[in-house]
Nanobody, 115 residues
Framework: QVQLVESGGGLVQPGGSLKLSCAAS????????MGWYRQAPGKQREPVVT???????NYADSVKGRFTMSRDNAKNTVYLQMNSLKPEDTAVYYC?????????WGQGTQVTVSS
């Protein structure tokens, strides 16, 4: 069973940047889609960016132009570069991967944007 492990969260001031990583225990080519989601306190989990294996990435309107998803196939790792962070970006960020066998989630990493 493939596992996803996120890292890179933390406390950052408004306007700052963070880069999240999601390391898979197996090949990320096994995932039909991969993406990042987030869940703020008292709110439902929402998609931040989703990507087909060989397709384009779809970003939430709230992060377009600020967040960038990338992948390193050799390291079986996907990244989320977050720039110009705002307090409303505060949430637990989850990595997601979907195969024909089901959905896989990481444990989440906390991102707090505050002065």
């Amino acid at each position: 069973q493939v596992q996803l492990v996120e890292s890179g969260g933390g406390l950052v001031q408004p306007g700052g940047s963070l880069k999240l990583s999601c390391a898979a225990s197996g090949s990320i080519f096994s995932f039909i889609t991969m993406g990042w989601y987030r869940q703020a306190p008292g709110k439902q989990r929402e998609p931040v960016v989703t990507s087909l294996r060989y397709g384009s990435r779809n970003y939430a309107d709230s992060v377009k132009g600020r967040f960038t998803m990338s992948r390193d196939n050799a390291k079986n790792t996907v990244y989320l570069q977050m720039n110009s962070l705002k307090p409303e970006d505060t949430a637990v960020y989850y990595c997601n991967g979907n195969t024909t066998g089901g959905a896989y989630w990481g444990q989440g990493t906390q991102v707090t944007v505050s002065s």
